[in-house]
């Protein structure tokens, strides 16, 4: 489905992204993991068009037979169209508007009432707590009030690739595990996930296929479950 060629990203003379090719399939849960400055956020900033020092390509094909589309030729406001969404590191949810006001907004690139009726009523049933405080401003939600509000404002533009950049987050353990959980609904619900995530554990858990990152560079890939008995992988990133 998306495909990354050799990517490169810097930032003035720093090179966060060095070479990096990928390759995120229909229908799976991929997930990058590694240390803060490892280039996790750099990636998925560069796919939803917010990094402009890019070199490589990469390529998105929205349905099997269509052509791919470069995105390197798209700008951040023509993703969310093209069936990308990102729920951000850090939530950027609108504080002074209500939850269904948020979830209103991340609609704003569709017209089909209908179906923004059907899956605002799906992202209340992954999450109850939103519908619960529907009325409640969104400042004044919990940490992980406010993140299950930003995976489901992310949703309501109906994508074909949700991308979570850290979504764990600051969350409390019980809190992770629920939201690891959804992701897992939404991907049994037809969603290809990309999962930027520091909690290495979770994330391999879920995932179909992990890259894992030092440095700007992918040093290891593989299955989600067989990168959890990687003795490397055990050793940096799970405590031994």
């Not at 929205?62 to 951000?88: C, H, Q, T, Y």
């Not at 799906?122 to 009325?135: A, M």
């Not at 409640?136 to 109906?158: C, H, I, P, Y």
Request: hydrophobic letters at 40%; one cysteine or more; a neutral charge.
């Amino acid at each position: 489905m998306l495909k990354i060629e050799n990517l490169e990203v810097r930032y003035g003379g720093i090179c966060a992204v060095q070479g990096v090719s990928l390759n995120i399939p229909r229908g799976s849960i991929v997930t990058l993991i590694g240390a803060n400055g490892a280039g996790k956020s750099s990636i998925i900033r560069s796919i939803a068009g917010l990094n402009k020092t890019v070199s490589g390509e990469i390529s998105l094909t929205r349905r099997e037979g269509d052509k791919p589309i470069s995105l390197m030729k798209l700008k951040p406001e023509d993703m969310v169209p093209n069936g990308i969404a990102l729920s951000p590191e850090g939530r950027r949810i609108l504080p002074h508007l209500t939850v269904a006001e948020n979830l209103q907004l991340g609609a704003y690139s569709r017209n089909d009432a209908e179906g923004i009726a059907h899956d605002l009523e799906w992202v209340y049933s992954l999450f109850p707590r939103l519908l619960e405080r529907h009325w409640q401003k969104g400042g004044t939600l919990s940490g992980g009030e406010q993140q299950m509000l930003a995976v489901g404002r992310a949703l309501m533009s109906n994508p074909d690739l949700l991308m979570l950049d850290e979504p764990s987050l600051g969350l409390a353990p019980l809190l992770v595990k629920e939201i690891f959980e959804i992701i897992r609904r939404i991907n049994k619900e037809g969603k290809t996930v990309l999962l930027v995530e520091q909690n290495a554990y979770a994330a391999l858990s879920v995932a179909d296929y992990a890259y894992i990152l030092e440095v700007g560079r992918v040093v290891l890939e593989g299955q989600g479950k067989a990168m959890l008995e990687n003795p490397k992988v055990k050793e940096a990133y799970l405590g031994g």
